[in-house]
């Protein structure tokens, strides 16, 4: 069985403060990917970042970093100087090897609802 | 056109009612998802297609039926839904099915079933 945990329902922060949603995922696979989409009020998932369980390094990208730490199995993302149009959505997914001819199953976590106020 | 497009993004039908959504992807994917979001519950797979190719029905029931005439158009038939079937239903594609590759999704339908 396999799990995502986003312990954090709703977040609201005040403009250009940093920002960490929180990831918590539970497998028995030694092979497994983890993802963060962002979903805005449009309804669209945009992809944000894909990361095999083999790289442990953490990963920035502009204002956003991914703190990925096997040994307490969390995922964590990071928006620095968040702005207002950070508000969104943002869930969490993990996918695990899939049965052999299967397909993957992409398991979300339930979203973390990130408010940025001006 | 470009990446993920459904149609349409707002449906409200009735619970004798037929009617289908629409998936186009435009990535040159092979693999196509449709998955239901209801309000406060995780996203649920539904069915899988891959090379046109049904792999996967997460025991959806029957009032719900995929179509996939090509790598690239994928349909949901609706028929006799409940009202509990209100939610948005996001497709999705991704280069092939099974090897975990990021899945990219489209806007979504917004269903509302009276």
């Known amino acids: 069985a396999q799990k995502v945990t986003q312990a954090q329902t709703e977040i609201s922060v005040v403009e250009k403060e940093d920002v960490t949603l929180d990831c918590v995922y539970e497998?028995?696979?030694?092979?497994?990917?983890l993802f963060w989409y962002k979903q805005p009020p449009s309804g669209e998932l945009v992809f944000l970042i894909r990361?095999?369980?083999?790289?442990?390094q953490n990963e920035i990208s502009g204002r956003y970093s991914w703190n990925f730490q096997k040994s307490t199995s969390s995922f964590n993302f990071t928006i620095t100087a968040s702005q207002v149009v950070d508000s969104a959505v943002y869930f969490c997914a993990l996918s695990e090897a899939p049965p052999q001819g299967g397909s993957e199953k992409l398991v979300f976590g339930k979203g973390t609802k990130l408010t940025v106020n001006p | 056109e470009t990446g993920v497009t459904q149609t349409p993004r707002h449906l409200v039908m009735g619970m004798t009612n037929k009617k289908s959504l629409k998936c186009e992807q435009h990535?040159?994917?092979?693999?196509m998802y449709w998955y239901k979001q209801s309000a406060k519950k995780p996203l649920e797979l539904m069915f899988v297609y891959n090379f046109k190719e049904q792999t996967e029905n997460n025991s959806v029931p029957s009032r719900f039926s995929p179509e996939c005439p090509n790598s690239s158009h994928l349909f949901l038939h609706l028929h006799t839904l409940q009202p509990e079937d209100s939610a948005l239903y996001l497709c999705a594609s991704s280069p092939i099915s099974g090897t975990r590759d990021t899945q990219y999704f489209g806007p979504g339908t917004r269903l509302t079933v009276l």
């Open positions: 497998t028995r696979d030694t092979t497994y990917y």
């Open positions: 990361r095999n369980s083999f790289d442990e």
């Open positions: 990535l040159g994917h092979n693999a």
